[in-house]
């Protein structure tokens, strides 16, 4: 099976790498910003803007044409195509999204890019780019050090199993990184290793998720809650930023310590994420979980601090493909069943459950259970119940919004109910 997955590494460069790496992302800036002013110069007359094609050309003209753009020659010119691909791109968004045939948040018109205010990133797509040991191998940057070893993509590339599209370089917090966009021939096995094997669970507000499987064992996972536990340090730096006079240097260090301290947070916060997905991916066949509305959930501003800390979202999207390279698959439950407030004993459903109870006691059989663990139970049943009959929770459960789908579906995913017909 051919996937597309990204390798990403974290670059230690020297400093004149350092400076080529700023110079190649203020060439994208520019030509990001130079190409929007076309744009919008050419929409006002024309009603309509240039395409990335277009750009190049026009840019490639005026380069030469203009001697205060001479330093254009000191970046690659993958920096400035990339650039105006990504702008072609972000108009062709913002026109589905107004048209509704995007998911997720409404966009906005693509802005101009401020240094410092922006993203710092740049992309090649074609040239030398290739990884050995601890260091990778960029057009016009030559030779990298990486932090850490490069041998997991080597491997493959040196096989023959991976070629690289394309390599993305972008800055957080001071750190350098490179990731690659890699097209991987993987050996997916026919079935799952074991095969049978189910569990649901519940993507947790205390816990980083409570899971039920078919054997009756219960797997709970705690998050190490990485925001919550630093937010008091964090709270603490963006008072004493705010603080610092604007413009100083001293304002410019805090701000660099708030942003390290946030990228630590991320990255603490995906690995626990990586190492339990993975774990679940390899021990069961199915997945269920519930179906969340992660954009809606994080506009609720009480709840938004622990969904955002436990990456709910990510959480899916890691286990759809973890699942689907493992031969297993991920079944997404309804976002209407109501998973939390179904006694998994006796499948007597609530009316209400307040957030705050953690426990779950039913009034019908009086089965007292975790909150979440109950609600990973009910999500296992469900997978179980949909595999026999396709349409199992079809009506009953989805009062009123009956026949909702996703409009798109990640690979190795299937909606509960039809988990009968999906293929894998
Ligand atoms: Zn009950």
């Not at 020297?14 to 002013?37: D, I, K, M, P, Y």
């Not at 990184?177 to 649901?200: L, M, W, Y």
């Not at 259970?369 to 119940?385: E, F, K, M, Y």
């Not at 929770?393 to 919004?401: E, H």
Request: glycine content about 8%.
């Amino acid at each position: 099976m051919k996937v597309t997955q990204a390798y990403r590494f974290a670059l230690n460069p020297s400093s004149a790498q350092e400076r080529a790496l700023r110079s190649h992302t203020g060439a994208a800036r520019f030509a990001w910003n130079w190409g929007l002013a076309r744009c919008k110069e050419r929409y006002a007359a024309e009603s309509k803007w240039y395409g990335a094609a277009e750009l190049h050309r026009l840019w490639n003209a005026e380069k030469k044409a203009d001697p205060a753009l001479a330093w254009w020659a000191e970046n690659s010119t993958c920096a400035y195509q990339e650039a105006f691909r990504n702008l072609d791109r972000a108009l062709a968004d913002f026109i589905k999204s107004r048209k509704g045939q995007r998911k997720g948040r409404r966009l906005g018109f693509p802005r101009f890019k401020k240094r410092g205010k922006c993203r710092d990133s740049f992309r090649f797509s074609t040239g030398v780019m290739r990884c050995a040991g601890t260091t990778v191998t960029l057009p016009r940057l030559g030779t990298v050090r990486t932090y850490e070893s490069t041998r997991k993509l080597a491997r493959r590339l040196e096989a023959g199993t991976a070629r690289i599209l394309s390599a993305t370089v972008s800055r957080t917090a001071q750190r350098w990184f490179v990731s690659f966009t890699v097209e991987v021939d993987r050996a997916v096995p026919v079935r799952h290793a074991r095969p049978g094997s189910v569990i649901g669970i519940d993507l947790g507000i205390k816990t980083l998720l409570a899971g039920a499987d078919s054997d009756g064992n219960v797997v709970t996972v705690d998050g190490p809650k990485p925001l919550r536990a630093r937010l008091r340090k964090m709270r603490r730096a963006s008072r004493a930023h705010a603080r610092k006079q604007p413009g100083s240097a001293n304002r410019r260090k805090s701000a660099a310590r708030l942003a390290r301290l946030h990228a630590s947070v991320a990255s603490v916060r995906a690995d626990a994420l990586h190492q339990a997905t993975t774990d679940l991916a390899r021990r069961y066949e199915t997945v269920v979980c519930e179906d969340l509305n992660v954009a809606g959930m994080t506009r609720n501003r009480r709840l938004a601090r622990a969904v955002a800390d436990q990456g709910f979202g990510t959480a899916r999207r890691m286990l759809s493909y973890k699942c689907a390279r493992n031969g297993g698959r991920l079944v997404l439950a309804d976002r209407w069943f109501p998973s939390s407030k179904t006694c998994s004993g006796c499948g007597a459903v609530k009316t209400k459950l307040p957030l705050s109870e953690r426990v779950f006691t039913c009034e019908a059989c009086g089965l007292v259970l975790d909150r979440d663990v109950n609600a990973a139970i009910n999500l296992r049943v469900l997978a179980a119940s949909g595999a026999e009959s396709p349409n199992a929770w079809g009506g009953c459960v989805r009062p009123g919004r009956a026949g909702r789908r996703p409009l798109n579906q990640e690979p190795g995913t299937a909606l509960a109910g039809k988990t009968g017909t999906a293929a894998r």
